[in-house]
């Protein structure tokens, strides 16, 4: 009992122990607020105190339509996508008739059948059922139970509905309606309040509200008054759930922004319930409390992983949606949060307009208003130029979430593209991020030397001191992605494992060893030590310590040079003491590869892209097979290098083109690291020993060259 207590508050304590009595109540059954309320329940929930039958429909739908600027005039944002963008018209009604017909798209699952009619419980991918008990008696994380949870969970997301709805507004057709209808009646009357799998996250409680507060701005005026009434009723359960189980201890992360979001959008488009000022005051009282804690000083989202930082920039760009269309002036602090985290996405952005996928990512989306690949973010970027007056933050291909968020105005948001202003030689060094490269040629690298995450670092990988490389646009060493979260069969840790990143492991240990599905037996401490940027070079270097057995007391530091002339990267790893390490660099899917002597070349049916080779004559270079995860639950092989030094030290050079595109020359005696690369006329004399790096004669130090 004294180790359950120790560490935590007494706020905490307080709040556990009420949370206790209040679970204990529902499930003995004593909560009549557990149910879906009928007759004289409505008395309790209106403002007005009034009956079901007194809720006027119209006033709801109108209610829900102000939450956003471009919900007020719905049919007009469906005509102008329809008109003024034919392809994503023509995609949201493909993808509408699916879901019609009973199959839906989720995650990397092309089409996942749950039955007809739905079994909201099932996971279809292990055939698995999840038991119909009170929620907080649902073992959700475990597999042999429940399957992927992340699966049953995403189709009572209930992001469908809106593509339904936006298929009804753009076609006219009132099926997609009435398919909508079934599908809200079906899991109302098979998911009571409180009760089953659907309720086990609040987090899905809240992203399930949007939903359903989404659909009824678009098509609530098509919808049955009956039902209209009863989504109301059941909203409230949501709104109750929420306050009462946020994760304010378990996952004080983006699932209590989320779950905060969602109250703030139950309080401002159901202000008929009297709950509804509380809710949003509440809301906005955690969005206000929690971003300087889950955003680094720099910009970078806590947990290290980018695809969670695109969630919580969506959060809060909602929030200041939300103020916007409530006609209050937004928070101080909301605009320069923006900004730092949309300036931490435009520096990552790679060359073709996509994304890393650092550390875990779900598939997710706040609001599917559109189908795009798990690495684009660029609605999010587009929407945050729009609201901060930013446009170098837009990419094309942006306006059709633009239109439904933000209405007309929000075309000319997307008429041309802004050019990519990122600063191809960037850092953060609370994040621990560095970028190097060029953006006017698309060659660029990613050096991820940060802590290893907010938390248990639950959503991290082993990735310390990891990279991710691009040239001329073209991907070539990638992160492996995340596949799934399940630890059944050993692929949720093979995935987050060293091997699949591009660093090193000692003796098949990365400097992190991953334990649970979301947590870990030995975290990395890695940091960012130094970054100077110059004219003609680039300098970062990072250091971690972690590693275990033999490994244990060791630190691995990697010094990666960007030489802009020469469009190439020294990649230097030392491990003082340890005589053996490998270096693994995953390829990305897609392309060539073709092994050499000291190294290896990608290729494509137009000849070579790039190419990448060590100086140590005695290093061993192996090709493996390996995986890549574009998205949650898919997967593609790919191959893979593994380098063996034979000592504690590897010098690599990566460069665009081929192998013979370059010359490269080099020698390592007593700690003194020497290379010579060549391509045409431009040469570069690297010269490394300690702390002190050279580039013809000339020290980066203190961000700049001195003689």
Known sequence: MIGLLKGRSLRELRDRSASAVRLARERAGLDRGLREPTGRDWRGLLASGSTAEDVDVAAVVAAARRVLPGLTDSSGAAAIVRN????????????????????????????????????????????????????????????DVVGDHKVTWELSRHQFLVTLAQAALLSGDRSYVDSATGYLTSWMDHNPPGQGMNWASSLEVAFRSISWIW?????????????????????????????????TWFSPNTHLTGEALGLVYLGQALPLLRDATRWRWKGLAILANEHPRQVLPDGVYFEQATY??????????????????????RPAWLEPLLTKLLDYLVAIRR????????????????????????????????????????PEYCSPGAAAELVWLLGEEAVEADEADKGDKADRAVKFPHGGYAVLGDASVADWMLFKAGPQGGLSAGHSHCDALAIEWMVGGTPLVMDAGTFTYLERDGERNAFRGGSRHATITIDGQAAAE?????????????????WVSATDATLAVGSVAGFSGRAEGLRHRRTIVWLSALRAWVVFDEVPGVGVFTAHFPSAAGLGLRMLEGGAEWTRPSGAVAT??????????????????????????????????????????LYA????????????????????????????????????VQVNGRTLDDGAMTD
């Open 84 to 143: 003024s963008l034919a392809d994503d018209s023509a995609a949201i009604l493909a993808r509408a008739d699916l879901i019609a017909a009973g199959t839906f798209p989720l995650l990397g699952f092309d089409g996942l059948d749950f039955g007809m009619p739905v079994d909201w419980h099932r996971d279809p991918v292990s055939g698995l059922r999840a038991p119909m008990a009170h929620w907080s008696r649902v073992p959700y994380l475990d597999a």
């Open 215 to 247: 659909t009824i701005a678009l098509v609530g005026d098509q919808l049955e008054p009956e039902l209209v009434r009863r989504m109301v009723g059941v909203l409230h359960r949501h709104g109750r759930h929420l306050e009462h189980n946020l994760s």
């Open 308 to 329: 969670y930082h695109r969630y919580t920039t969506d959060f809060y760009l909602h929030l200041a949606l939300l103020h916007d269309a409530a006609g209050e002036a």
């Open 351 to 390: 060359p073709d307009h996509t994304w890393p996928l650092i550390g875990d990512e779900d598939g997710g989306r706040l609001v599917w208003l559109k189908s795009r690949n798990a690495n684009d973010f660029r609605d999010t970027l587009a929407l945050g130029g729009w609201l901060l007056g930013r």
């Open 514 to 530: 991953p334990g649970a599905p979301f947590r870990w037996k030995r975290k990395a401490d890695a940091r960012l030590e130094r």
């Open 612 to 653: 990448l080779r060590t100086t140590d004559r005695e290093a061993t270079v192996t090709r493996r097979d390996s995986w890549y995860s574009p998205v949650y639950g898919r997967k593609l092989p790919v191959p893979a290098i593994d380098i063996r030094p034979r000592t504690g030290a590897l010098a690599c050079v």
């Open 657 to 692: 083109g081929g192998v013979g595109e370059v010359q490269v020359a080099g020698s390592r005696e007593h700690g003194e690291l020497r290379l010579r690369i060549q391509r045409r006329a431009d040469v570069a004399e690297v010269v490394m020993l300690g702390d002190v």
